[in-house]
């Protein structure tokens, strides 16, 4: 199956792995020492768990995803919940069709999945929709050894991803944390990126 297809069909029975009911402890902690204002982007924002965080201290948040499934359970939460928040049904790899631009774009799971011509691309329309000096906020897994679950990046890859356009202002191992007993926490990188002019 392929990989959309895949994701497609990882909403039509209980949460997928990586939907864990709240958003990510890491990436909490990252909103609390970055103080983030504006307006965020959050890619592949799945059920919106990590968006509707940032709807919940005021900021002016999109969130795409290419699962119909997701984006409604995400306006669902977000009404059940009395927030402000769009979501829209999309694709990580076009978004300047959403007409718009961001002071900050959210990553959380997405860039792990993608394949290398996609990655390029992925940056390509990151750095389209970001507004200069503007940040680049990303949790995703580290290089998978294994045979299960996403390949994940190493460091090396992702500042070689993002290079061009874009300043470091860290890269820090931390925990993917998913709903599976087995595998509650994977290894991950928490990684910001700013825009250059």
């Not at 982007?41 to 002016?60: H, I």
């Not at 699962?67 to 049904?89: H, N, Q, Y």
């Not at 990655?119 to 299960?148: I, K, Q």
Request: hydrophobic share 40%; proline share 5%; net charge negative.
């Amino acid at each position: 199956m392929a990989t959309r297809e895949r994701f497609l069909a990882m909403y039509d029975g209980p949460p997928p792995p990586w939907d864990i009911g709240c958003p990510q402890p890491d990436l909490v902690a990252a909103f609390d020492e970055l103080g983030l204002t504006g307006s965020v982007l959050d890619v592949g924002c799945g059920t919106g768990e990590n968006a509707l965080e940032l709807a919940r201290r005021g900021l002016a948040v999109w969130g795409v995803d290419s699962t119909p499934t997701a984006i409604a359970a995400a306006e669902k939460k977000r009404d059940e919940r009395g927030l402000s928040a769009t979501f829209v049904i999309g694709d990580a790899l076009d978004l300047v069709s959403l007409g718009r631009t961001f002071d900050t774009v959210l990553d959380c799971g997405l860039f792990h999945v993608i394949d290398e011509e996609e990655r390029r691309r992925y940056v390509d329309e990151v750095r389209r929709v970001l507004r200069p000096e503007g940040r680049h906020l990303m949790l995703g897994f580290a290089t998978n050894t294994t045979s299960r679950g996403p390949r994940g990046y190493s460091a090396d890859e992702l500042r070689a991803s993002f290079a061009d356009g874009f300043r470091e202002v860290f890269l820090r191992p931390t925990a993917f944390k998913a709903n599976l007993e087995e595998e509650e926490k994977k290894t991950a990188w928490l990684s910001l990126f700013v825009r250059e002019e």
